[in-house]
């Protein structure tokens, strides 16, 4: 349309005319509070040890723990998420709820070094720790036993507690490990120690570098038993309402790109705070994408974290958490 009266429909571009405008009308905004650091650490190491599928990313030594952690703290995120990486594994990961275990040991001196700067959460599984890599007690026919996992999941929900964690973070996706969990720190007297659900963890095929990085891969089979199945989302809010129910105090959503649907199914239908995990395998592909040329590396993450928000996490766990925040300060 051309010369004349301006037309009568509704001029969008009005509001996108320069950054400082866009910046003023965005819906959705990243902050450093937002997100949370996972950072996997190593015992009997030294130095940090790079993850070949995860560039940047490397297991922790304790040294290099607490130096990540500081910069993390400078950085203004929210917290950091510990995963461990012991030394010796056994059939009942024995080293989960050992007061010299790696996670155990490394959130003492992360809770020393740096009190109440960052929540520290502890990822509560046993993966990490048993040497057929599954989350839990296997039978001898190899089938992970559900409810002596629980008992377990509760000594190391104390063990957690007791060195420090501010939060504990079951991603077993056991059935009842959430109430497990509850009573296990109310009858230690940890209860004010909130539980951060991975309520909706599905059996993802993004998960491929973060066995690398963790050294959990399952020894056979696979964990499709107990992992959600990536075509329902109906099951996914009903393992959220039975996680609140059994006393959860946040819910989390994992993957996130993959399953924005889900986040933004459980954001509208709980009124507890929804964190999101962009796995291993979203991370190494765009830096896989980006080291080919293929995307503008930084405008990728922060579209990708601020799709995740956008969608409902108040929360992302992310491998970029102290970058992107250096990018938004």
Known sequence: MTG??????????????TPAMR???AQ???????????????????????????PGVVQHSMDSLRTAAQEAAEAGIGGLMLFGIPAEKDAVGSQADAA?????????????????????????????????????????????????????????????????????????MMDGQVAAIRAGLDS????????????????????GPFREAAEGAPQFGDRSTYQMDPPNAAEALREVAQDLAEGADAVMVK??????????QVADAVDVPVSAYQVSGEYAMVEAAAERGMVDRRRAILETLTSIRRAGAGTVLTYWAVEAAGWLR
């Open 4 to 17: 004349g009266a301006s037309p009568g429909f509704a001029r969008g571009r009005r509001l996108r005319s």
């Open 23 to 25: 910046r003023l009308t």
């Open 28 to 54: 959705t905004r990243l902050a450093p509070a937002d997100f949370v650091l996972p950072v996997f650490v190593k015992q009997d190491i030294t130095e940090p040890v790079p993850i070949t599928s995860m």
């Open 100 to 172: 010299d275990g790696i996670v155990n040991v490394a959130l003492q001196q992360l809770r020393a070094d740096l009190g109440d700067e960052l929540v520290l959460m502890a990822d509560l599984c046993l993966c990490e720790y048993t040497d057929h890599g599954h989350c839990g007690v296997v039978t001898p026919a190899g089938v992970v036993d559900n409810d002596p996992t629980l008992d377990r999941y509760a000594a190391v929900a104390i063990a957690q507690a007791q060195a420090g964690a501010h939060l504990v973070a079951p991603s077993g």
């Open 188 to 207: 230690a007297a940890f209860t004010e120690v909130p539980i951060l659900a991975y309520a909706a963890k599905y059996a993802s095929g993004f998960y």
């Open 255 to 264: 993957p996130a790109l993959p399953y924005l649907d889900i986040v933004r």
